[in-house]
């Protein structure tokens, strides 16, 4: 079983940067596949980033393509989301997510953490 725990959302201007984390614990968290998701008022959860468990490949949405980066550091548990030159549209709750299969499916996931509110204004 893995536990998430995310951080580093907040309120941000467009064209400014954010960091999420998310915490995971149980000692096999090396072994699972990772992801970001985000889900916007009204819309339904779509991806934005995967990886594997050893860190490469990765994989990212086209939106978010050479803005956002994803990467984890498996010593630390922990899961990591670089986003750069936010637009208001990147607006959402972000939610890290773990499981053995790495993809862009939610149904891939086994286990959620809580959601962390991005925020950026125009």
């Known amino acids: 079983q893995v536990q998430l725990v995310e951080s580093g959302g907040g309120l941000v201007q467009a064209g400014g940067s954010l960091r999420l984390s998310c915490a995971a614990s149980g000692r096999t968290f090396g072994s699972y596949a990772m992801a970001w998701f985000r889900q916007a008022p009204r819309k339904e959860r779509e991806f934005v980033a995967a990886i594997t468990w050893t860190g490469s490949p990765t994989s990212h949405a086209d939106s978010v393509t050479g803005r956002f980066t994803i990467s984890r550091d498996n010593a630390k548990n922990t899961l990591y989301l670089q986003m750069n030159t936010l637009k208001p549209e990147d607006t959402a709750v972000y939610y890290c997510?773990?499981?053995?299969?790495?993809?862009?499916?939610?149904?891939?996931?086994?286990?959620w953490g809580q959601g962390t509110q991005v925020t950026v204004s125009s």
């Open positions: 997510a773990a499981g053995s299969a790495f993809g862009s499916s939610p149904r891939g996931y086994d286990y």
